[in-house]
């Protein structure tokens, strides 16, 4: 397994080397010079979506979910797919990334909400990813997980302020496929491997919570996960930095459409592998790998330990830098011809090594922050996509009705993921009721604020 590791980690120093000396001037950095294909685009978007929380999360919520738990990524292709009639206006507004596309729709205003906003939350999200990464290297090595979350975030950041969006669409598109190659292997031994669970399979598969709905998952459940899920891979900042690298609108539609393709086989194979770890017994840790040690051989342990770190790096990377491509941005850096900059390469690095740093020490301290912090997805849809969706469909409406729609439609929503169940039938839905309020109130507000044509 440490043979298998330290090669892995050759292999992505070798691609941060070489995309490196590629590395120019800015757009290089930011966006790899608004030239990559529709292949590059693709890989880089399956692997950023196929992160911790929906692999690991999703075949982890086998015993609630069943099968159910495909809607997880089956949400993230349809967001995708509706992103594709705004796609040409996005592409032609934005430039490298989502407060850009925010100024060009509505002013300065907003775009500063934005990018106050958003890297405070996905800085938090990297932390995230780097304590998965650092959960999954113990599982597989001797590390302790002060040592596993320092390399985790030191080969992720390292990269990503090497090559800048370079190394990340060349690292992506490896991961991507070492990530469905290793659920293919986990799913196929699982069915035609020969290590039968304790029950028949088809029992297993009739007994679970069927798909698509069950008493754990209802429609309002779905309404609710496309609302504060499936969005963010609509209008959310790490999708729009993908797209943002597409050599032109043709490409980056293309892209987009064969990502969500990918993704729908692979949400049925992670809807399997829910379902088949609720046969397991005494599971300590993530039930992936507990599926993996028990169907596969020996000799395909470390492959599985790749993909499944790749699961987490492939998120990382793309979140450190769109977090960090947004604090660029703030600090000016891109907004003027790149040869009147003072160094700006060497600035935005210090930028992403700095995040990367606040993230790990993050990591260090709050261990169990992962689901807290992921709860930075439903924030941030129920803050930011309307005004997108809202400035993407050509409405227009005043600055500070949009900056005013951003925080309500925020507040809202964090106050609906945190507030607990209250007594009643209605109010053990007070949450979902908060959550779909953010969205409302975002629509108020830009309504109220709106400038007819």
Known sequence: MNTALILYLVVLALIAVRSARRVR?????????????????????????LGGSAVIGAVDSGARLGGAASWFMLTGALGLLALIPFASRAYSHGK?????????????????VASVVIPVAWTGIVAAQ????????????????????IISAAVF????????????????????CLIILGLLLVAGFALFGGNAPTRPLSE????????PFNANFSPL????????????????????????????TATAKKAIGMAALTLIPVAFIIG?????????????????????????????????????LSVVLSSADTTLLSSSVIISRLMGLGRTDSTNEHHPLAKARIVILLNGIVALLLALVFTDIIGTLLL?????????????????????????????????????????????????TLGAHTGDILMIAAFIANTACLFMGRIKQ
Not at 42 to 49: M, R, Y
Not at 204 to 211: C, M, N
């Open 25 to 49: 001037d800015i757009p290089d950095f930011f966006v790899a010079r608004k030239g990559a294909s529709a292949k590059a685009v693709a890989g880089s978007l399956v692997a950023t979506i």
């Open 96 to 112: 490298y990334a989502l407060p850009d596309l925010v100024e060009s729709l509505y002013g300065n205003g907003p775009r500063l």
């Open 130 to 149: 780097i304590i998965a990464a650092a959960k999954l290297l113990m599982t597989f090595t001797d590390l302790s997980y002060t040592a596993a979350a």
């Open 157 to 176: 950041t390292l990269y990503t302020l090497a090559g800048g969006q370079l190394s990340i669409l060349r690292t992506d598109f490896m991961q991507a």
């Open 204 to 211: 297993i598969l009739q007994s679970a919570p069927p798909f």
């Open 221 to 248: 459940d779905l309404f609710l996960l496309i609302l504060t899920y499936g969005t963010t891979y609509t209008a959310g900042p790490d999708i729009f930095s993908r797209m943002f690298c597409a050599k032109d």
């Open 272 to 308: 399997f592998l829910a379902v088949y770890g609720v046969t397991l017994e005494n599971v300590q840790g993530a039930h992936i790998t507990a599926i993996a040690d028990k169907v596969l051989p020996g000799f395909l342990i470390p492959v599985i330990a790749l993909a499944l």
């Open 376 to 424: 930075a997805l439903a924030v941030y849809a129920g803050a930011f996509t309307v005004p997108i969706l809202w400035g993407l469909l050509g409405l227009k409406a005043k600055p500070k009705f949009v900056a005013a729609a951003i925080v309500a439609g925020g507040i809202l929503a964090l106050a609906g993921k945190l507030c607990p169940a209250l007594p009643g």
